[in-house]
């Protein structure tokens, strides 16, 4: 079976669990803790959530472990979309001050939706930034422009000798 009907389809067991009880927000932030640092898990550095710990028991119960991480990602994207957000990773080459802020009600206006920032430095981008939403990419990069140049030349210079 399709890791990804597999990932998907426990991770929608898992939201249907967290909406019945109501601690959607806790499991979400816990699970995205575990994303970030998946070592908190060996380490018992955290206490599980009750339907998170029972949920992990079902998966492996079910002897499907190596889906784990699929299942999460998974479930916070499904999450995501039920509380009415969107997820935006934002690269910048430095961290940008109020750039956040000002983005926010140009998004939430264009997607019509709560959004979630998820950040990142790229020092490769040289300048600019580049906003991924879901599929969408706005690449406003200085290496996107070199990118644009270089390959613009080559284009027009192309020449059969």
């Not at 898992?14 to 640092?37: A, P």
């Not at 916070?76 to 109020?98: D, E, F, H, W």
Request: aromatic share 8%; proline share 3%.
């Amino acid at each position: 079976m399709n890791s990804g009907v597999i990932s998907s389809r426990y991770a929608k067991t898992l939201l249907q669990l967290v909406v019945e009880t109501g601690r959607g927000e806790q499991v979400y932030s816990q699970v995205n803790r575990i994303l970030r640092d998946p070592s908190i898990l060996e380490n018992g550095s955290i206490q599980l959530e009750p339907d998170l710990e029972r949920f992990i028991a079902f998966v492996v119960s079910k002897g499907r472990t190596e889906y784990m991480k699929y299942i999460l990602h998974s479930f916070c994207s499904q999450y995501n979309a039920y509380m009415g957000r969107k997820l935006v990773r934002l690269t910048t080459v430095v961290p940008i001050p109020g750039l956040e802020e000002k983005l926010r009600p140009v998004l939430a206006k264009a997607l019509d939706s709560e959004i979630l920032f998820e950040t990142a430095i790229d020092a490769g981008l040289i300048g600019g930034f580049r906003v991924e939403v879901e599929d969408l990419l706005l690449d406003a990069s200085v290496r996107r422009q070199i990118d644009d140049i270089k390959r613009q030349f080559v284009d027009n210079n192309r020449r059969i000798v």
